[in-house]
C-alpha cells in the first residue's frame, strides 16, 4: 500500500524532524536524490556530461532544490541553465552552488534542453500559475534535446500547477515524464488529473517516515495487497462459507445490466451467485450456475445484496430496493437504486447498522448529493459517504473510495476505457461478491475497482471495450494477480 500526506502534515514532520538537524539538511537530501534521478535519466539519453539541463527556478525552496541539483550537474559536466521567475527572490544560497559549480542564468526559454528541472512552485503554491509561469509551462513541448526528442520534463516535488492537496488541475501546468518527490507522496501524485501530470512518481527517502505522525490523507492499493486480501477457499469451504451474493439488478426492459453484474459476481470469491428480478430466464439461459427467483423476498439465503442496475425507477423497483435495505445484509447500491435514494425517500431505509456501498458515477453523484464533485473529489466522496453513512465508491479515471469515517482510497488501475456501458453492472457484480465473501466494506470496494481497472486495461488491449469484454478479463486478470 502507498500512501499520501497532505501539505499541514508534511509541513509539521518537516519542522519537527528539521529541529534536529543543521539547517538546510533537508534541502540538501532532496537535491541529492533529485540530482541522483536526474542523472540516471540523462544516462539513458547520451550521459550527463554536455547535456544541456534547463532548470525552471521559483522563489521557494522547491527553486531551492532545483538549484542544488542543478549544480550537482553541473559539476558533472552538464550545461546548466537557470530560468528565474523571480530573480528578486531566488534562493541565494542554491544560486551560489550553482554558479560555482560552472552553471548560468539565462533570462528567456531556450529551444533546447535535454531535461528541463520544474521548480516552479512545490507544496507551497497556491491557486493556478502565475501568467509568467504558466507561458513557460506552455511552451515547455516545444524544447528539443540531443536526439531531436522532446525534452524530458523532471517535475521538482509536484509538477507545478496542480492542486497538492486534491489533485485538481485548476489552469495551466507543467506535465511532467517523472516527479522526484520527497519525504511522502502528496496526494496530488495519486488523486485525479493532477496524477496524471506527474507521469513515473518518485520518492526520495530524506528521513521523514518516522516523524509523519498524522494518518494518511489517501491510500492506494498495490498489487500485492489485493493478492493478500483475495479469499481463498480452503479445504472445509463449501459454498455457503465462500459466501452467497444476491443480485437484484435488471429488468425485462434491461436485462443486461442482470447479465453483466452476474458476470461481475461469478467471477468473484463466492461459492454462488444468486438472482432475484424480472430478467430472471435471461440471467439463468446465460450463467446456469446462477439460482434465480422473480423476487428478493423469495430469493432465499444471501449474504449481501447488490441492488440497482437496470432495475428501473418504478415502484416495483422501489419495493425491491425496501427489501433489500431491511435486511441486516451488507448491501451495494448503483445506478437506479441511488437514483431512487434522491428525494430522501428511503432516508429510514438507510438508518440500518449493515454495511452500505453507494458506486454512483458523476451524474449520479450529483443527483445525491445535490452538487457534482467538482475540485476536490476526494472530499466530495468522504463528504457523501458521511451523509448518507455509506462507503462511497466515486467512479472516475482514480476512482476514490471514501468511507464515512473519513478514510480514502485512490484506485491506480483506472483506464478511460472503462468509460462505456455496462462496466458499472460488473464492477457491482464483483463488489458485491466480495462484500458476501465477509469482507469490510472499504477494502471489498477497494480490491473490486482495483481488480475492475486492470481487466478495463486488459480488454483494451484486443481493441474498443464492451461491458461484456470487462468482464471476460475478469479471470485471466486474477489469475495474473493471484497466481
Ligand atoms: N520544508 C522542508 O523541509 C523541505 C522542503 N523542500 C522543498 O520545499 C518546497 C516547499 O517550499 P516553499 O514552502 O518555499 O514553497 P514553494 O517553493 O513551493 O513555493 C513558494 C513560492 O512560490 C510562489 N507561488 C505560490 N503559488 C504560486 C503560483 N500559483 N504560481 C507561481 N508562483 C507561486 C510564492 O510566491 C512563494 O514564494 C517543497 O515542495 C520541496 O521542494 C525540500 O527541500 C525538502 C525539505
Not at 301 to 314: K, M, Y
Amino acid at each position: 500500500m502507498r500512501r499520501a500526506w497532505r501539505v499541514t502534515d508534511v509541513r509539521a514532520a518537516e519542522k519537527t524532524l528539521m529541529a534536529t538537524l543543521p539547517e538546510g539538511t533537508l534541502m540538501q537530501r532532496a537535491a541529492a536524490g533529485l540530482a541522483r534521478r536526474c542523472a540516471l535519466l540523462l544516462e539513458e539519453t547520451g550521459g550527463v556530461y554536455g547535456a544541456r539541463v534547463l532548470l525552471l527556478v521559483g522563489s521557494g525552496d522547491n527553486g531551492g532544490d532545483t538549484l542544488y541539483a542543478g549544480a550537482a550537474l553541473a559539476r558533472r559536466g552538464a550545461q546548466v541553465r537557470a530560468l528565474l521567475l523571480t530573480p528578486e527572490r531566488v534562493h541565494l544560497a542554491g544560486l551560489a552552488a550553482l554558479r560555482q559549480a560552472g552553471g548560468f542564468t539565462t533570462g528567456d526559454l531556450p529551444t533546447r534542453a535535454d531535461l528541463i528541472l520544474d521548480g516552479i512552485v512545490g507544496i507551497g503554491s497556491r491557486g493556478g500559475l502565475r501568467s509568467q509561469a504558466a507561458a513557460i509551462a506552455r511552451g515547455l513541448g516545444a524544447l528539443r534535446g540531443r536526439t531531436g526528442e522532446r525534452a524530458l520534463v523532471v517535475a521538482v516535488d509536484v509538477p507545478s500547477g496542480v492542486a497538492v492537496d486534491t489533485g485538481d488541475v485548476p489552469g495551466e501546468a507543467v506535465t511532467a515524464d517523472v516527479t522526484v518527490t520527497f519525504g511522502c507522496l502528496k496526494p496530488a501524485h495519486v488523486l485525479g488529473p493532477a496524477a496524471v501530470r506527474c507521469g513515473h512518481v518518485d520518492l526520495v527517502d530524506i528521513g521523514l517516515g518516522p516523524v509523519l505522525q498524522a494518518d494518511p490523507a489517501v491510500r492506494v492499493p498495490e498489487a500485492a495487497d489485493i493478492a493478500a486480501w483475495w479469499p481463498r477457499p480452503g479445504a472445509t469451504s463449501d459454498k455457503y462459507t465462500r459466501g452467497v451474493v444476491g443480485l437484484a439488478t435488471g429488468s425485462v426492459k434491461y436485462p443486461g445490466a442482470a447479465l453483466l453484474s452476474a458476470a461481475g459476481a461469478l467471477a468473484g470469491p463466492t461459492g454462488m451467485v444468486r438472482y432475484a428480478g424480472s430478467a430472471h430466464y435471461d440471467v439463468v439461459r446465460a450463467h446456469p450456475t446462477v439460482v434465480a427467483s422473480r423476487k428478493v423476498a423469495d430469493a432465499g439465503r444471501v449474504q449481501a445484496w447488490v441492488c440497482g442496475s437496470g432495475l428501473g425507477t418504478g415502484d416495483e423497483a422501489r419495493t425491491e430496493l425496501r427489501s433489500v435495505l431491511a435486511t441486516s445484509l451488507p448491501v451495494l447500491l448503483d445506478a437506479d437504486a441511488i437514483t431512487l435514494l434522491v428525494g430522501g425517500e428511503h432516508a429510514e431505509d438507510l438508518r440500518r447498522d449493515a454495511p452500505l456501498v453507494i458506486t454512483p458515477h458523476d451524474g449520479e453523484f450529483k443527483r445525491l448529493a445535490g452538487e457534482a464533485p467538482g475540485a476536490d473529489r476526494a472530499g466530495a466522496a468522504a463528504r457523501l459517504a458521511a451523509w448518507t453513512n455509506a462507503v462511497v465508491l466515486l467512479k472516475g479515471d482514480r476512482t476514490i473510495v471514501a468511507t464515512p469515517a473519513g478514510e480514502i482510497w485512490a484506485n491506480p488501475t483506472g483506464s478511460p476505457e472503462l468509460a462505456t456501458a455496462g462496466t458499472g453492472d460488473v464492477l457491482a457484480g464483483l463488489l458485491g461478491s466480495l462484500l458476501a465473501a465477509g469482507l469490510p466494506a472499504v477494502r471489498a470496494a477497494v480490491m473490486a475497482a482495483y481488480v475492475h481497472g486492470l481487466a478495463g486495461r486488459r480488454a483494451a488491449v484486443d481493441g474498443p471495450v464492451t461491458g461484456s469484454d470487462v468482464a471476460s478479463a475478469l479471470r485471466p486478470v486474477l489469475v495474473d494477480l493471484l497466481g
